[in-house]
């Protein structure tokens, strides 16, 4: 890490669009909406602020994010 803010830093949008959406999967109840291009490092971070990132957004309406959901928690508890 080399950002000032401590927070985990991605190269790109799509990096951090990805982890948005695996921390989400990964750790209910995990308050991250969306992701921002720091003014700091220039690298990109996820937050809490703001309005839902549109890909996690379409997750949500088509279900797709619960699935991946109980797809994680399944694996976690059988494997």
Same mark, same amino acid.
């Given at each position: 890490?080399?950002?000032?803010?401590?927070?985990? &830093?991605?190269? @790109?949008? #799509? =990096? =951090? /669009?990805?982890?948005? !959406? %695996?921390?989400?999967?990964?750790?209910?109840?995990?308050?991250?909406?969306?992701?921002? +291009?720091? /003014? !700091?490092?220039?690298?990109?971070?996820? @937050?809490?602020?703001? *309005? *839902?990132? *549109?890909?996690? +957004? #379409?997750?949500? %309406?088509?279900? =797709?994010? &619960? #699935? /991946?959901?109980?797809?994680? &928690?399944?694996? #976690?508890?059988? @494997?």
């Amino acid at each position: 890490m080399t950002c000032s803010t401590k927070k985990n &830093e991605y190269d @790109t949008i #799509e =990096a =951090a /669009e990805v982890a948005l !959406i %695996d921390t989400r999967i990964r750790f209910l109840g995990n308050a991250a909406v969306n992701v921002y +291009q720091c /003014e !700091i490092c220039g690298l990109w971070h996820l @937050t809490s602020r703001g *309005v *839902v990132n *549109v890909k996690l +957004q #379409e997750m949500i %309406d088509s279900g =797709a994010l &619960e #699935e /991946e959901i109980k797809k994680f &928690e399944w694996r #976690e508890r059988y @494997t």
